[in-house]
C-alpha cells in the first residue's frame, strides 16, 4: 500500500508517573478526531500512543514502594488505559517501552549508530536536573535551578557515550526551510528555526551509567550503560510499526508518520532530536509535528502545588467523554494556549450541545412522529439544504487539514443553527393542518432527518457516542463501514422509523451558593398581560342593578414596595407539550440559567408546542407553585390578550435566561 494511501498519527507515549490530567486529554482526544476523520476519508489508518516506562523517577518510585520497577509500570499502566476507554479513544495499538520487541528494536538502532561512527564515548560534566533527565550547560542554569521544573540541580562527572547530533544542524535548518508544514503551526517552526540559527548545536548524551541509573534499556556495545530516557522514548513511534499492527506486521508501512501531536514543551525533543535521529538512520522524516499549547486554569498555570490540576475522569463524571471531548476542541484554536473552567464547560454544554444540538434532534423527532406516524416519508432535500450540507463537508476538509478544530466545529454548527432556524421559518405544525400541504410537510420532515444523517457522520469523530445514539434515533445506526460521502448521501432514509430516546445532552444546572427559597408571590394584583398558570381568581361581585352607567372599576394601585416583590425573569424554552385532556394547557420546561423549571402555561389555542422550543420569554420567577390538572407549575408566563391569548412577551435582542426583566 503507498503512503497517500495511509494516514499515521501518533501522541507523544506518555511518563508512567505522571498522573493523567487535562493536557494527556487534549493531545489524545486531538489524535483520535483526526484519526476518525481519516477512516471517513477512506484512509488506512494507523493511531498510536502509550506510556514511556524507563527512567530515574520510575526507579526511585519504585524503590521507595518497595518494589520492583516493572511491577510498579504495571500498577500504573491502568490509569491511562482505562481513561482512554473512557473517551472513547480509538487507537491502533497501546506501546510501553517495557515491551520485549520495542527494546530489541531501540538495541538495533543503538548498534547501528554505533557501527556508523556516529556515537562516541566521552568525559562529561555538566548540570543534571533528575526530575527531568536531562543535563544543563552552565549557562542555562540561575541559581542552582533547573531553567524548566524550576527544582534544584547537582553537578556530575561521568563517562557517557554522545550521539553526533551536531553535525545535521545545517541539513536540519534546510529540511524546516524547504517543508513549510514540517514544524506547525507556524510560530513554533520560526521558534525551533530561530533556535538552530543562533546557537551552535551540540552532541547529546545517549546513555546513563548503570551505577547510577540501570532502569533502562541497555546498550548493545556496553553492558554497563542504559540509554538516555529520550532516545528510547522517541523511537517507539517507528519501533511500534514492527511488532503491534493488529491483523499482521506492517513494518514500515506507515512510515513517515503524518503528524506527531506533541505538547510544545517537548517540542524541540521531536524536532531536534528525533529528526536527527532519523537522517543518521537514514529514514525520512515525518511530514509535521504540531505542538500545541497548554491548558491554564481561571488564569493559573496548572501544578499539583497550587491543587488546580484538572482531572479529566472528574469531568467526564460530571460532564460525560463526548461533551468533554467537544469542549477540549471547540473552545480553544488548536496550537495557542487556553483557560480552563468548569463554568465555560457548563456553557458549552447548555448553549452548543443542549441548546442547540439537543433539542434540533428532540423538536425534529417529536415532529416525525406526530406529524409522520414515526416514519421519515419519502420527501427529497432541496438544492439548498445539499449546497449548505456539501459546502459545509467541504469546510471541514479544508479546516482539519489544518488542524483547526474549532473551525471545523463553528462551519458544523452553523448548519445546526440554520436547521433549527428553518424550522421556526417553516413551522411543521402549520403546515400539518393544510389538507394540501402534505408534500410541503414531508419534504421539511424529510430535509430534518437529512440534517440530523449529516451530522451524525462528520460529527462522530469528536463525539462518537453521542453521534451514534442521533443515528441510531432516526433508525439508521453507526456504520463502521462509513465514509465522509454518507454523510450527504440521503437515500437510505426514506421509510425508515425512528426511534425517539431520552435527552441527548441533559443541561447542566448549576445551583448558586447559598439560593434562598422563592418567595410567595403577594395577594396583590397580578400582571394583567399574563396567561397565568395560578388558580383562576374568584369572580367579582356584580354591580347593583340600580346603578345607572357606572364608570369601569379602575384597576386597584399597588406601589413600587408591592411592585419590586415581583420577580420577572427572561426564561429561554427548552421543552414543549401539551397537557393530556386539554385544548389550553401546554407544559414547558424552561432555564432560567442557573435552574431549570417546569411550567404549564394556557398558551395552547395560540401556539403549538414545536413553535415555542428555543424562544427566550418572561416569566413570574416567584409565584407560589401551583397545580393545574395535576402537574405542578413553578411560575407563570407573561402574554398579551383577554380572554384570548394574543401573543407572548419576549425580546427584541439575545438575553440569557435567568436576566432580570425591570
Same mark, same amino acid.
Given at each position: 500500500m503507498t503512503t497517500h494511501e495511509t494516514f499515521y498519527i501518533t501522541t507523544p507515549i506518555y511518563y508512567v508517573n505522571d498522573v493523567p490530567h487535562i493536557g494527556h486529554a487534549y493531545t489524545t482526544v486531538a489524535a483520535d478526531v483526526l484519526a476518525r476523520y481519516w477512516r471517513l476519508r477512506g484512509r488506512d489508518v494507523f493511531f498510536l500512543t502509550g506510556l514511556d516506562e524507563h527512567g530515574q523517577k520510575v526507579q526511585q518510585a519504585a524503590a521507595k514502594a518497595g518494589i520492583d520497577p516493572q511491577t510498579h509500570c504495571?500498577? #500504573?499502566? !491502568? %490509569?491511562?488505559?482505562?481513561?482512554?476507554?473512557? #473517551?472513547?479513544?480509538?487507537? *491502533?495499538?497501546?506501546?510501553?517501552?517495557t515491551d520485549k520487541?520495542? %527494546?530489541?528494536?531501540?538495541?538495533?538502532y543503538l548498534q547501528q549508530l554505533y557501527d556508523k561512527q556516529l556515537i562516541y564515548k566521552a568525559d562529561y560534566t555538566g548540570w543534571y536536573c533528575t526530575f527531568d533527565e536531562? +543535563?544543563?550547560?552552565?549557562?542555562? =542554569?540561575?541559581?542552582?535551578?533547573? !531553567?524548566?521544573? $524550576?527544582?534544584?540541580?547537582?553537578q556530575l562527572s561521568e563517562h557517557n557515550y554522545f550521539f553526533k547530533m551536531g553535525q545535521y544542524q545545517e541539513r536540519l535548518i534546510e529540511h524546516i526551510w524547504a517543508h513549510k508544514d514540517?514544524?506547525? !503551526?507556524?510560530?513554533?517552526?520560526?521558534?525551533?528555526?530561530?533556535?538552530? $540559527?543562533? %546557537?551552535?548545536?551540540g552532541d547529546l548524551s545517549i546513555s546513563r551509567p548503570k551505577s547510577r541509573l540501570s532502569w533502562g534499556i541497555e546498550l548493545p556495545f556496553d553492558k554497563d550503560y542504559v540509554t538516555y530516557v529520550w532516545f528510547d522514548a522517541l523511537v517507539n513511534y517507528m519501533s511500534a510499526l514492527e511488532y503491534l499492527p493488529q491483523e499482521q506486521p506492517a513494518g514500515l508501512r506507515y512510515w513517515p508518520a503524518n503528524v506527531h501531536l506533541v505538547g510544545k514543551d517537548i517540542l524541540t525533543t521531536h524536532a531536534v532530536y528525533w529528526s536527527t535521529m532519523l537522517m543518521a538512520l537514514g529514514q525520512p522524516l515525518p511530514h509535521s509535528i504540531f505542538a500545541h499549547g497548554w491548558w491554564t486554569v481561571d488564569g493559573e498555570k496548572m501544578s499539583k502545588s497550587r491543587g488546580n490540576v484538572v482531572d479529566p475522569n472528574k469531568m467526564i463524571d460530571e460532564f460525560?467523554?463526548?461533551? +468533554?471531548?467537544? +469542549?477540549?476542541?471547540?473552545? =480553544?484554536?488548536?496550537?495557542?494556549?487556553?483557560?480552563? *473552567?468548569?463554568t465555560a464547560l457548563a456553557g458549552r454544554m447548555n448553549s452548543d450541545l443542549a441548546d442547540d444540538l439537543g433539542n434540533l434532534l428532540s423538536r425534529s423527532l417529536t415532529m416525525i412522529e406526530r406529524f409522520a406516524g414515526g416514519v421519515i416519508p419519502q420527501g427529497n432535500p432541496t438544492q439548498d439544504l445539499s449546497d449548505k450540507a /456539501?459546502?459545509?463537508?467541504? *469546510? =471541514?476538509? /479544508?479546516?482539519?487539514?489544518?488542524?483547526?478544530?474549532?473551525?471545523?466545529?463553528?462551519?458544523?454548527?452553523?448548519?445546526?443553527? *440554520?436547521t433549527n432556524q428553518y424550522i421556526d421559518r417553516t413551522a411543521p405544525w402549520k403546515l400539518a393542518k393544510q389538507p394540501d400541504a402534505k408534500a410541503q410537510l414531508d419534504e421539511v420532515l424529510f430535509h430534518l432527518a437529512a440534517v440530523l444523517k449529516t451530522l451524525g457522520i462528520i460529527l462522530h469523530p469528536f463525539m462518537p457516542s453521542k453521534c451514534e445514539e442521533i443515528l441510531r434515533q432516526i433508525g439508521l445506526g453507526w456504520n463502521p463501514s462509513f465514509s465522509l460521502d454518507a454523510a450527504t448521501d440521503w437515500k437510505d432514509l426514506r421509510g425508515r422509523t425512528i426511534a425517539k430516546g431520552t435527552s441527548l445532552f441533559p443541561r447542566i444546572e448549576s445551583k448558586p451558593q447559598g439560593a434562598k427559597p422563592v418567595s410567595e408571590t403577594p395577594a396583590s394584583p397580578q400582571p394583567t398581560a399574563a396567561a397565568s398558570t395560578a388558580a383562576p381568581a374568584a369572580p367579582q361581585s356584580a354591580a347593583p342593578v340600580t346603578t345607572p352607567a357606572a364608570a369601569p372599576a379602575q384597576p386597584a394601585q399597588i406601589s413600587i414596595d408591592d411592585f419590586m416583590k415581583i420577580q420577572l425573569k427572561a426564561a429561554k424554552v427548552l421543552a414543549a407539550e401539551r397537557v393530556p385532556k386539554s385544548e389550553k394547557l401546554l407544559k414547558l420546561q424552561v432555564s432560567l440559567g442557573s435552574e431549570q423549571r417546569q411550567i404549564v402555561a394556557g398558551i395552547g389555542k395560540k401556539y403549538e408546542p414545536e413553535a415555542l422550543i428555543g424562544k427566550t420569554i418572561v416569566i413570574v420567577a416567584n409565584l407560589k407553585p401551583a397545580k393545574l390538572m395535576g402537574i405542578e407549575s413553578q411560575g407563570m408566563v407573561l402574554a398579551a390578550g383577554d380572554s384570548e391569548v394574543r401573543g407572548l412577551a419576549t425580546f427584541v435582542e439575545d438575553v440569557e435566561p435567568g436576566t432580570k426583566v425591570k
Open positions: 504495571d500498577r #500504573l499502566a !491502568p %490509569q491511562f488505559t482505562n481513561l482512554w476507554q473512557r #473517551l472513547n479513544i480509538a487507537h *491502533s495499538a497501546f506501546i510501553r517501552t520487541p520495542h %527494546q530489541t528494536v531501540v538495541q538495533r536531562r +543535563f544543563w550547560t552552565e549557562k542555562d =542554569v540561575v541559581g542552582g535551578l533547573c !531553567p524548566d521544573c $524550576k527544582r534544584p540541580i547537582e514540517f514544524i506547525r !503551526p507556524e510560530s513554533r517552526r520560526h521558534e525551533v528555526l530561530g533556535f538552530l $540559527k543562533t %546557537q551552535k548545536l460525560g467523554g463526548d461533551a +468533554f471531548r467537544y +469542549f477540549l476542541l471547540r473552545e =480553544v484554536p488548536f496550537g495557542y494556549d487556553g483557560d480552563f *473552567s468548569k /456539501g459546502g459545509m463537508v467541504g *469546510s =471541514v476538509i /479544508g479546516y482539519l487539514a489544518l488542524l483547526n478544530f474549532t473551525k471545523a466545529l463553528e462551519a458544523i454548527w452553523d448548519l445546526v443553527q *440554520s
